[in-house]
């Protein structure tokens, strides 16, 4: 009987998965730009991009396009997100992959890490440069809720 797993281990993707790929890259950030009440998704992919770096190439590079992609229509800075998940992948990954051994519960705990470190990096930007990119208002923990609630749900 077949088992779903959380690792995105495929091997070889067929068409349609690799054209539903490519649209959710290139689409779902402009409807994000758009829509104000679509979460941005930041620590889901994140997640993904962190748990492919070894696995499967494609999805660590689609996840990668897909925060370049955000942060240009967003006009969010520029590699913030992808530096954040690099530092969070050296730093914080494997002592807690170590010290967590639930999936669910290692899931859960990354996303809220990659979520918090990028808002904090980025109020940290804004500190730095003067600039106001985003307000810490309610919507942020709106958008936290709703990433870890689709990333637990997939």
Not at 85 to 93: A, D, G, Q
Request: glycine share 6%; hydrophobic share 55%.
């Amino acid at each position: 009987m077949y088992r779903y797993r959380n690792d995105f281990s495929g091997d070889k993707l067929n068409f349609l998965e690799k054209l539903g790929l490519f649209l959710v890259v290139i689409g779902y950030p402009f409807l994000v730009s758009i829509y104000s009440m679509l979460p941005p998704l930041i620590g889901l992919v994140g997640y993904i991009v962190i748990v492919n770096v070894d696995k499967n190439r494609l999805y660590a590079l689609s996840g990668m396009l897909y925060l370049i992609n955000l942060e240009l229509n967003l006009t969010l800075p520029i590699l913030l997100s992808i530096f954040v998940v690099v530092m969070t992948y050296i730093f914080l990954y494997s002592p807690l992959k170590l010290l967590i051994r639930c999936q669910i519960c290692l899931l859960f705990t990354m996303i809220v890490l990659v979520d918090f470190l990028y808002y904090v990096t980025l109020f940290l930007y804004d500190a730095m440069f003067q600039t106001t990119t985003v307000v810490g208002d309610m919507m942020l923990i709106y958008y936290i809720i709703v990433d870890i609630f689709i990333g637990v749900l997939l």
